[in-house]
């Protein structure tokens, strides 16, 4: 099971990144996808998450309306469609598998992670 996660970089505020995270060795379809970040010194946070039939999705409140996750279970990969970028959406953001049921916000409950991909936000 590997988690590749990818598109970060640095970008001013109000610019627009896409995350990616192609997963294999299980299918995205069969589990719960997560997005984690973690800024300089904090604890890792929930940012979204999609259920696994992709129908459902859930959202931090600091991202929802900016933040889009949606996944291609043709290639196995999720992606997180950042707009409106803020300085502080400044972290590493990782991507999760949870084998569960239903999306979390706990990062205890994903099973898998990525390694993780940075994005910074100038101002």
């Known amino acids: 099971v590997q988690l590749q996660a990818s598109g970060g970089g640095l970008v001013q505020a109000g610019d627009s990144l896409r995350l990616s995270c192609a997963a294999s060795?299980?299918?995205?379809?069969?589990?719960?996808m997560g997005w984690f970040r973690q800024a300089a010194g904090e604890d890792r946070e929930f940012v979204a998450a999609?259920?696994?039939?992709?129908?459902?999705?859930r959202y931090a409140d600091s991202v929802t309306g900016r933040f889009t996750f949606s996944r291609d279970s043709v290639k196995n990969t999720v992606y997180l469609q950042m707009n409106s970028l803020k300085p502080e959406d400044t972290a590493v953001y990782y991507c999760a598998a949870d084998r569960a049921g239903t999306p979390s916000y706990t990062p205890s409950q994903y099973d898998y992670w990525g390694q993780g991909t940075q994005v910074t936000v100038s101002s």
């Open positions: 999609i259920s696994k039939s992709g129908v459902s999705t």
């Open positions: 060795g299980f299918a995205i379809s069969s589990y719960v």
